[in-house]
């Protein structure tokens, strides 16, 4: 069975620093990484989807990488800023045509201090 | 455009009830996924819809769990003599892929449930 694990739970940092969160999984037979928000009472915002033919996905000051042999990826926040906080969730989507959903980790609670 | 809506936003009710959670997803997304968020808890995958059909129902908690999807568009989740521990966030996603999904799944913000 899949697990995912995030490090660290909780994280809290200066306005300005560089940071990144970790998560690694178990199963190294996935489709896809994805790496999702989670602001207070909201659902869920997907900030970057890594195939598992790819290495690494940008958007803006996010950088997601994956090593799906070694079961890991990270999310690279630079410049962090105050509303970079929240909770962030990793997912692996599962590899074999079947029916399951994402396995998700507990999440990374972020606070960016101002 | 328009997102992933869920009704209702928050449920309270009494232990023994049934509640029916509501999922719409984005228009033209063959795919619908239901999850569960217990407090201090991941995220936990419930069921998946391609189309009408549900493939694999075995994430459903219990046999109080059901769900349903009609038209290829709206789908409900039906949760029957509700416990104290099915208090949870129920989300909804919906996603353009099918099986063997490579897309990004698009997630509503959640039926907040409490069960007293």
């Known amino acids: 069975k899949q697990e995912v694990t995030q490090i660290p739970a909780a994280l809290s940092v200066p306005e300005g620093e560089n940071l990144v969160l970790n998560c690694s999984f178990t199963d190294s037979a996935i489709y896809n990484l994805q790496w999702f928000r989670q602001d207070p009472g909201k659902g869920l915002t997907s900030l970057l989807l890594?195939?598992?033919?790819?290495r690494e996905q940008t958007s803006g000051r996010l950088n997601a990488s994956l090593d799906k042999s070694s079961g890991r990826s990270t999310l690279y926040i630079a410049a962090s800023q105050p509303g970079d906080s929240a909770t962030y969730l990793c997912a692996v989507k599962a590899a074999g045509g079947g029916a399951d959903g994402l396995t998700f980790g507990k999440g990374t609670h972020l606070i960016i201090q101002p | 455009g328009a997102g992933v809506s869920q009704s209702p936003s928050n449920k309270v009710t009494e232990k023994g009830k049934d509640v029916e959670l509501r999922c719409d997803p984005i228009s033209g997304h063959t795919a619908l996924y239901w999850y569960r968020q217990s407090l201090g808890q991941g995220l936990e995958f419930l069921i998946y819809f391609q189309g009408n059909s549900a493939p694999d129902k075995s994430g459903l908690p219990s046999d109080r769990f059901s769900a349903e999807r009609t038209g290829g568009s709206v789908s409900t989740l039906t949760i029957q003599r509700t416990q104290q521990e099915d208090s949870a966030v129920y989300l909804c996603?919906?996603?353009?892929?099918?099986?063997?999904?490579?897309?990004?799944?698009?997630f509503g913000p959640g039926t907040r449930l409490l069960v007293l």
């Open positions: 996603a919906s996603s353009p892929h099918g099986l063997a999904s490579l897309g990004t799944q698009y």
């Open positions: 890594i195939q598992s033919s790819q």
